[in-house]
């Protein structure tokens, strides 16, 4: 069970973030993978599919988690130029605002108000009181060579990585026991909404991933992660957290 948790009944079902506020111009579109150059120079298209930018830390050296009051955790990761922020129901990309202190940042009628430790989250549907808690740096491409995505989950402990130029996942499952390496077809990239599910492409070794743009909190660690993935095979699940890795 990750940490994110509901808001109390008085706010609804819907958590605080959600449906606050539309996606900017250029959210939905899919991080950039590694593009190979050919001999005479052009670049060729890689045969794994781009990711959407939901799933990625967008430049930033970590992700940090912070627990919010009403209860909610949320997990946020900041570039350079922007900041991006997770909830349990979606993502979203704010850009810096005029403030006296602190450092601000607002997309549409979302804002996002941070002062060293402390933040405060305000939208239509209410305010968040929040608390840094814990801090992950984020995976590069030196970790993971050649990955575009790594997940992890836990009891049992397993892992799933793409590689960035093959359409292929290679598993490590049941604590290492079991190690794969299968072809697969996409069969929904949603980018507005940050969502990816990917199926087997061998009929003799069904599975099924799928990766939304979430807040996810590693159920062991704490670690925040921008992905919740989802893993299908065999007849069991299993459940965690992953990343996407920019060249």
């Known amino acids: 069970m990750t940490l994110a948790r509901r808001l109390p009944p008085l706010l609804g079902t819907a958590l605080l973030l959600a449906g606050c506020a539309a996606a900017p111009s250029g959210e939905g579109r899919p991080e950039v993978a590694d593009r190979t150059a050919a001999a005479d120079g052009k670049v060729v298209q890689p045969t794994a599919p781009l990711m959407p930018s939901a799933f990625f830390a967008g430049g930033a050296e970590a992700f940090v988690g912070w627990r919010c009051t009403p209860a909610q955790d949320l997990v946020t990761?900041?570039?350079?130029?922007?900041?991006?922020?997770?909830?349990?129901?979606?993502?979203?990309?704010?850009q810096p605002a005029v403030v006296a202190r602190g450092a601000r940042y607002q997309q549409g009628e979302l804002s996002f108000w941070n002062k060293g430790e402390e933040a405060v989250v305000e939208s239509p549907t209410g305010r968040l009181a929040c608390q840094?808690?814990?801090?992950?740096?984020?995976?590069?491409?030196?970790?993971?060579?050649?990955?575009?995505?790594?997940?992890?989950?836990?009891?049992?402990?397993?892992m799933a990585s793409l590689?960035?130029?093959?359409?292929e996942i290679d598993l490590l499952l049941d604590y290492g026991d079991r190690q794969l390496t299968l072809p697969y077809r996409v069969t929904t990239l949603d980018n507005g909404e940050g969502r990816v599910i990917l199926a087997s492409g061998r009929a003799d070794t069904p599975f099924e991933l799928r990766i939304e743009g979430q807040a996810c909190f590693d159920d062991m660690s704490g670690e925040p992660f921008p992905a919740r993935v989802t893993l299908t095979i065999d007849g069991?699940?299993?459940?965690?957290?992953g990343q996407g890795i920019a060249p």
């Open 77 to 94: 990761a900041h570039p350079d130029d922007e900041l991006r922020l997770w909830s349990a129901h979606g993502a979203w990309r704010l």
């Open 132 to 158: 840094a808690h814990i801090k992950r740096t984020a995976l590069t491409r030196r970790d993971r060579p050649d990955v575009m995505f790594h997940a992890r989950g836990n009891e049992p402990g397993w």
């Open 163 to 167: 590689p960035s130029n093959e359409a």
């Open 236 to 241: 069991e699940t299993y459940r965690g957290c």
